[in-house]
């Protein structure tokens, strides 16, 4: 009876729902193209880099949120839908981009004074309104009043100043006629052919103009139709790489033959890097993603992407937050792209300049502790973060949080020693190293340091021998 009723018991389990039992493999066609992680070179000077700028800039930038005198709270982006604008109003808008104060040259600067290594700007948002002179449309910056290729210009600027430049396109297209956000019937399959063979042709287009292009960042494939086309989207990404090797194109690019996004049926990550966090962060703990690529868009404001006029309506995070973000993306083995939303003159806002001068400042005596770093395989602290150096023997603790105590807590693996610890700012005077248990330190700095994060490095050494440690403390 008792066997019987063990029996049972197991058998109950596993048929009871979320009860974990061994998932059947499917047969993907569509799925990843390469061996991931990528090692070659461009994909290593893509993880370098880990600080990058978001540009999302459009004809939604005119309006900045407001429409017949009425602040709309959501993304400016998505003013047209959010005022119910007809598109033939909304396309006429082309008609007020002049451009008076756009100065490329003068945006890359504070980019490089601000220490990002790479851009993306949008080429096409969801609008279809195009940055560029599309010999596949009039819908685009050649019919305006400002009229010049506005994105050679600015991939000229950024080049010269040595940032990587990516480009972001949306498949979704409001503009296009062959735009469906299901495929419902032969008619609709036969519009989306159109909007098919539009996106091919465009972005061969933007790979062929601009051959300085890193990357691409897709996004708007999140609907049906384009989930139903897992076929056309996977021989689109292998033709583009081919016009551009070395190309990197993000998460949001493709589904499956079976509309899985981001990850195939599998769970195997489809495009070079995920690219899901979307204005939030994993857990500060979580080291499953230290395992992969991975990228982190940020907003400013809490849900602005475009220009808005009104910051006011949502929470804008200072300086100091976006900092500790960007240094948690590197101690997760992620890079940081923190958008910026210019003005429909062509200006930055002063309060993104201010912004953008504060992590600046920052990031000039610390970036060792972000540039080609990664995740140092450390147990996660409460007083900041770990990042591994690209000298294996270097360790950054980056401090946010200082303790009551005044001592910075360390857990090593077995066999590690530290050997030495200082800081970044002053290389040459040792802080005291305490050891509290076997592989559990506190790094004694002798007072409180400042009142802005700070980077403490750590020498540490694979001999595990009390002699070395005591040499240590000497």
């Known amino acids: 009876m008792r066997n019987l009723f063990f029996c049972l018991l197991i058998l109950s389990l596993f048929t009871i729902p979320g009860f974990a039992q061994p998932k059947e493999k499917k047969d993907v066609k569509y799925g990843q193209l390469n061996e991931l992680p990528r090692q070659d070179e461009a994909m290593k000077k893509w993880r370098s880099n880990r600080f990058g700028q978001f540009i999302h800039w459009g004809l939604y930038a005119i309006p900045g949120g407001v429409w017949k005198g009425k602040t709309y709270n959501y993304a400016a982006e998505f003013l047209k839908s959010s005022a119910k604008i007809p598109t033939s109003t909304w396309d006429s808008l082309r008609f007020q981009f002049d451009l008076p104060k756009y100065n490329p040259v003068e945006w890359a600067a504070i980019a490089k004074n601000m220490g990002v290594k790479y851009v993306t700007i949008t080429t096409k948002h969801h609008e279809g309104f195009c940055m560029w002179p599309s010999q596949y449309t009039d819908f685009d910056i050649e019919n305006t009043p400002y009229g010049k290729d506005l994105l050679r210009e600015f991939v000229d600027a950024y080049t010269a100043a040595g940032i990587d430049v990516n480009f972001y396109y949306s498949v979704l297209d409001w503009h296009h006629t062959g735009w469906r956000y299901d495929i419902k019937n032969e008619e609709d399959r036969v519009a ?37 086309n897992g076929q056309f989207s996977y021989e689109l990404e292998k033709l583009l790489k081919e016009k551009r090797p070395g190309l990197i194109v993000n998460s949001r690019m493709r589904a499956d033959e079976y509309g899985s996004r981001h ?81 429909g003159n062509g200006d930055i806002r002063m309060e993104e300049r201010n912004i953008a001068k504060a992590i600046g400042q920052w990031m000039k005596p610390n970036s060792e502790a972000i540039y080609n770093c990664g995740y140092a395989g450390l147990k996660k602290q409460d007083w900041g973060y770990f990042t591994q150096s690209p000298d294996p023997s270097k360790v950054n603790m980056v401090v946010f949080s200082q303790p009551i105590s005044g001592k910075y807590r360390v857990t090593l693996p077995k066999g590690k020693t530290i050997k030495k610890a200082y800081l970044l700012s002053s290389p040459d005077k040792n802080l005291k190293i305490e050891e509290i248990s076997p592989n559990d330190y506190f790094i004694c700095p002798e ?8 980077v403490i490095v750590l020498e540490i050494s694979s001999e595990d021998s009390k002699k070395t440690f005591q040499k240590a403390l000497t």
């Not at 395992?291 to 804008?316: A, F, L």
């Open 447 to 454: 007072k409180s340091i400042n009142k802005q994060a700070y």
């Open 192 to 228: 989306f052919e159109s909007l098919k063979e539009y996106t091919k042709n465009q972005l061969v287009e933007l790979v062929t103009r601009y051959p300085e292009v890193k990357g691409l960042w897709f996004d708007g494939t999140w609907d049906a139709s384009w989930k139903k």
């Open 263 to 343: 990850f195939d049926s599998n769970g195997v990550l489809m495009g070079d890097y995920e690219s899901g966090y979307e204005r939030r962060l994993p857990d500060a703990w979580d080291t499953k993603v230290t395992t992969r690529d991975w990228e982190c868009c940020m907003t400013i404001p809490e849900n602005q992407w475009g220009y808005h006029k009104d910051w006011s309506i949502s929470h804008v995070k200072t300086p100091e937050e976006l900092i500790e973000m960007m240094v948690q993306c590197t101690s997760q083995n992620g890079n940081f792209l923190l958008n910026f939303g210019p003005m």
